[in-house]
């Protein structure tokens, strides 16, 4: 919970620009149609690409992008909470694919 804590005002400050709405995305912008997945591999995944995209719709600059990611690829701290990150959005894909029971 700390490192969400630490990240929050990070991650709110890069939220404060964007000002795209739901008239603004395009069709090919819906990377994630369902949160259902055959697979806890597959969900996993999914969880990864939200992420990755949730990053990449806030951070729209190229370049700040590339030297977070230096500072980032550096720090076992920082890599822990990105990876929490993915564990968050994992758990919230288990829960809607009811932990994939047969």
């Known amino acids: ?15 404060l620009p ?8 395009k069709a090919s912008d819906d990377y994630m149609p369902s949160l259902i997945t055959d697979t806890p591999y597959e969900g996993r995944q999914l969880a990864i690409k939200i992420v990755r995209k949730t990053i990449g719709t806030i951070q729209t600059d ?20 990105a990876a929490e990150l993915v564990a968050i959005e ?7 694919n009811d932990y994939w029971r047969d």
């Open 1 to 15: 919970m700390k490192s969400i804590i630490y990240l929050f005002p990070l991650l709110l400050a890069f939220c």
């Open 18 to 25: 964007v000002t795209a709405s739901a008239e603004d995305m």
């Open 62 to 81: 190229s370049a700040a992008k590339h030297r977070v990611r230096a500072k980032y690829a550096e720090d076992p701290a920082l890599l822990m909470n």
């Open 90 to 96: 994992f758990k919230t894909i288990a829960i809607a």
